[in-house]
């Protein structure tokens, strides 16, 4: 357990553990396998992570990508089936829920109901025997915290759920564990209070210092909040990055998809130098930032926010895919375009133009176009 | 009547129509409710009342004028009142100890799933289903093969046998109702997992135990045949009223019986009460 004589010993312990740069959390290896059934179910597959002192570092992923089972096998309420969890350094492999420090705010938030706000959240300190007075300041600092002052006497039910969440994040945060591990902890909340929420969090992690391990779907929560994001599919880790690295260069085909929109070209590379290779699409040649072999066929992304309707002649080098627009759906400040680019493939390319020009220029459906990018803004996917 | 009303109170105008009554509208339900109600209660209000009856002679089954002396007098008979006593400190136990039993296996059955755990369902649902002179009649073969005096202690193994069942089937429904992750987050906030049952989920199924204590309790109390079958020189307080019943019930039992209902009816709103609060 960290020190418990105050907020300043806390902080120089962390700069402490940033200098000998010991992970708060490492994966090694680790794997999760069920029997269901009389059949084995991996639900997570190897997974190497380390998750440094202070991080917010996010488990991004659809239902059933395993995010959750990683994230429990940290807390101890799963054994992994293979490899070692290590804490600070230390194996907790095998080692029970309640001798690990890390806390979880679970998607429930799990409140105990027969208990008070104040009761709730001096609940980890009492089970460590802290004395009564300092469980008193303790408690009174979290609740100063997450901003719930004055409604210490109140039973959680009696909170909504945004206040709730509050409490759960007090609760977990006044033992000032070594991770602070979020299940999914908005998901419950409507769209206005979870992007205070967001804030919110964010605000208390700088606060706090301590390492937030956040598990969620939405990967717009996880791009806001993350210092970096390890985005999950089919019990393994996909891609490791900060939110502009795993935007901006999606390293396969799932994380182009599941982060924002992404449109893919696919066709054969018919000229490769210096990192950029030429590829002969349907609708005509791109160039994209990459490198393949010739007569390959590769696909290629680009975001839709990178690519421009061409007005006059396009930039010298830029990508230029002549097409109709099907679709124009207009959204006040932008503008979001189907085109089909012209070939028989069927490719259609979505793009977000600005509205910095006015009603004169906006396409309409049927529309001849351009389209056109720099081709570092697209890349080739790995296979 | 509503003739007498109309012509005293003559309609100023005529311009609203007379109400008829519109037998569809009617709030059938609510009458129904109210039918069924008093179906329940009529039995209880009967004995409540026959228990403030001033009967004259050996039978209390006509009413003849208001008295309070019998329950000055409740303790009369001797024998009427070690039956209670005996019916009720059986109750007691076998509320206690059903409710340790029944509640730790409707945790069990809640909460894991074990081998024999469908034959656990089957021998549940077998002990409630039977009929009770089966089941008293093979407890006392029973006892008699195994060489057992029968009385007291027979009595509370057979009130223990048959109730034990309702506490597990209400901890059950509780246990399953209950969200897995409120003992996680005790388990994660350091508490061991002895002190996770005892500070989260005993708690939780408190309410649900105390139900279950109840129906144990009351079962126990007014068990006539399974109770017949092994109760060997002991008479417990539904024996001691059966036996008078030929020559006269005396009111006392009216009132003992007031006394039981209304302590049961406490408690039931106790019990109600803390369960809401706690949620």
């Known amino acids: ?383 | 009547m509503s003739a007498a009303t109309e012509r005293a109170r003559p309609a100023p105008t005529c311009r609203r129509p007379r109400r008829r009554v519109d037998w569809g509208k009617l709030d059938w339900g609510k009458y129904w409710t109210w039918a069924v109600i008093a179906w329940l209660l009529a039995p209880i209000a009967f004995m409540v009342a026959f228990g403030f009856n001033d009967a004259q002679g050996r039978h209390n089954v006509t009413w003849q004028g208001f008295t309070l002396r019998w329950y000055a007098d409740v303790f009369a008979y001797p024998d009427l009142t070690r039956a209670l006593a005996a019916s009720l400190a059986i109750a007691v136990l076998t509320m206690l100890i059903a409710g340790v039993l029944g509640g730790l296996l409707g945790l069990a059955l809640g909460r894991f799933r074990f081998r024999g755990k469908a034959l656990t369902d089957l021998v549940m649902f077998s002990a409630i289903s039977a009929p009770e002179v089966v089941l008293g009649a093979g407890l006392l073969s029973m006892f008699l093969t195994m060489n057992i005096a029968t009385g007291f202690w027979t009595i509370l193994i057979a009130h223990v046998m048959f109730s034990v069942s309702f506490v597990a089937i209400t901890v059950r429904a509780r246990v399953l109702a209950l969200d897995p992750a409120l003992e996680e987050a005790a388990r994660d906030l350091g508490a061991s997992p002895w002190a996770t049952f005892r500070l989260v989920t005993l708690p939780m199924l408190f309410p649900a135990l105390m139900a279950g204590g109840l129906i144990a309790f009351v079962l126990s109390i007014d068990d006539y045949i399974i109770t017949t079958f092994v109760s060997g020189n002991t008479t417990t307080f539904p024996l001691w009223i059966w036996g008078t019943t030929r020559v006269g019930t005396p009111p006392q039992v009216n009132v003992m019986g007031t006394l039981i209902f209304a302590v049961g009816v406490l408690l039931a709103v106790i019990n109600a009460a803390v369960a809401r609060r706690r949620g």
């Not at chain 1, 970096?228 to 690295?245: C, D, F, H, K, S």
């Not at chain 1, 998809?257 to 210096?274: D, H, K, P, Q």
Request: overall charge neutral; hydrophobic content about 40%.
């Open chain 1, 1 to 383: 357990m960290a020190s418990t004589t105050g907020p300043g010993t806390a902080a120089a312990e962390r700069t402490g553990q940033q200098q000998d740069a010991v992970p708060a959390i490492a994966l090694e290896g680790v794997s999760k396998t069920y029997r269901s059934g009389g059949e084995q179910v991996a639900a997570v597959r190897g997974v190497d992570l380390e998750i440094g002192q202070g991080e917010f570092f996010s488990l991004l992923g659809p239902s059933g990508c395993g995010k959750t089972t990683t994230m429990r096998m940290v807390a101890g309420f799963e054994e992994p089936t293979g490899g070692t969890v290590r804490l600070k350094g230390a194996d907790v492999t095998g080692v029970p829920p309640h001798r690990r420090d890390v806390n979880m705010v679970f998607q429930s938030y799990a409140l105990f109901p027969h208990m008070s706000v104040f009761d709730n959240i001096a609940f980890g300190l009492r089970r460590k025997g802290v004395p009564a007075a300092e469980v008193r300041r303790r408690v009174g600092e979290a609740v100063e915290l997450v901003e719930l002052t004055g409604r210490e006497r109140t039973r959680p039910t009696r909170l909504s759920g945004g206040q709730q969440q509050r409490v759960a994040l007090a609760r977990a945060l006044v033992n000032r564990p070594s991770a602070l591990l979020l299940d999914e902890p908005l998901a419950a909340l409507d769209l206005k209070l979870r992007q205070s929420m967001q804030m919110e969090l964010k605000r208390i992690q700088r606060d706090v210092g301590i390492t937030f391990v956040y598990v969620t779907h939405d990967q717009g929560e996880a791009l806001t909040l993350s210092d970096r994001i390890a985005v999950m599919n089919g019990g393994l880790v996909e891609q490791l990055g900060t939110p502009q690295e795993v935007y901006e260069r999606p390293a396969t085909r799932f994380t182009a998809g599941f982060i924002g929109t992404s449109n893919l070209l696919s066709g054969e590379v018919t000229a490769s130098s210096g990192g950029v290779i030429e590829v002969r699409t349907g609708g005509g040649a791109v160039r994209a930032a990459g490198s393949a072999a010739l007569g390959e066929r590769v696909e290629i992304t680009v975001r839709p926010e990178k690519i421009t309707l061409a007005a006059g002649a396009v930039e010298p080098g830029a990508c230029e895919l002549p097409g109709t627009v099907i679709e124009a759906v207009y959204l006040g400040s932008t503008t979001h375009y189907t085109v089909a680019a012209d070939g028989d493939d069927g490719t259609e390319i979505v793009l977000h133009q600005q509205n910095t020009a006015g009603p004169a220029e906006a396409a309409r459906r049927g529309d001849r176009v351009r389209l056109t990018w720099r081709p570092d803004q697209s890349y080739v996917l790995p296979r």
